[in-house]
């Protein structure tokens, strides 16, 4: 299943429940212009850019108890520090085989430079 996430060319992200991303396939990897190395294990909020972080942290409380939210739209910041908008975006809840939440997970549609 993850090879198929790695070759699909819709950007797929993830992080755990603490917000430390734990997967990106190769579209995210090129969208946020970072190596596997450079981003696993680290907290998520580095692809915002400071004058996000309220925002992306309210969205995140209300996938949180909503279990998703579709057209997501914000703006977000690669490696290099070049700011791009995410224009149409799902998040969802990531639950294990008990039903737990585990993390989150987003699919980003369409996306935009700045």
């Given at each position: 299943m993850v090879e198929?996430?790695?070759?699909?060319?819709?950007?797929?992200?993830?992080?755990?429940?603490?917000?430390?991303?734990?997967?990106l396939n190769k579209a995210a990897l090129s969208l946020f212009n970072v190596s596997l190395e450079e981003v696993?294990?680290?907290?998520?909020?580095?692809?915002?850019?400071?004058?996000?972080?309220?925002e992306r942290n309210r969205l995140l409380k209300q996938v949180n108890s909503d279990?998703?939210?579709?057209?997501?739209?914000?703006?977000?910041?690669?490696?290099d520090g070049k700011l791009f908008q995410i224009e149409d975006a799902t998040i969802w809840n990531v639950i294990d085989e008990?039903?737990?939440?585990?993390?989150q997970a987003v699919i980003i549609y369409k996306s935009n430079k700045l």
């Open positions: 198929s996430f790695d070759e699909c060319p819709l950007p797929i992200a993830s992080h755990d429940i603490n917000g430390i991303f734990n997967y696993i294990g680290k907290p998520t909020t580095m692809t915002a850019p400071d004058s996000e972080q309220k279990g998703f939210i579709n057209n997501y739209k914000g703006i977000r910041v690669t490696s008990k039903s737990h939440k585990i993390g």
